[in-house]
């Protein structure tokens, strides 16, 4: 696979399923958003804005499908994230309808 398809390609996913992506790094561990932001760039290769994380965590938020508790860590209050049951519900559906895409070309 070309490299420049594949940045193309990957770009274009976090673009467009950014929720997805977030959700994802979510379910693994919960998590605040300065490690999310980097955890996209370390999987992705590609820099993440928090002008387009933090909208995103809170959309998620107001969804229901993720939620957060500020925490104290090393004399810092942080915001950490979670995903709810719905959340896991939400990327279930993504995966089934994907797999079922992959499927059917």
């Given at each position: 696979m070309s490299?420049?398809?594949?940045?193309q390609i990957v770009q274009h996913?976090?673009?467009?399923?950014?929720?997805?992506?977030?959700l994802?790094?979510?379910?693994t561990q919960p998590t605040w958003g300065y490690?999310?932001?980097?955890?996209?760039e370390i999987d992705f290769n590609v820099k993440l804005r928090h002008g387009a994380l933090?909208?995103?965590?809170n959309e998620l938020e107001q969804k229901g499908f993720a939620e957060s508790k500020k925490q104290q860590k090393d004399g810092r209050a942080r915001k950490v994230y979670t995903i709810?049951?719905?959340?896991?519900?939400?990327?279930?559906?993504?995966?089934?309808?994907l797999k079922n895409q992959l499927k059917n070309p």
């Open positions: 490299e420049t398809y594949k940045k996913i976090i673009r467009n399923l950014l929720d997805i992506q977030l994802r790094i979510i379910q490690k999310i932001k980097k955890q996209v933090y909208p995103t965590l709810t049951e719905n959340g896991k519900i939400y990327l279930q559906t993504y995966y089934s309808i």
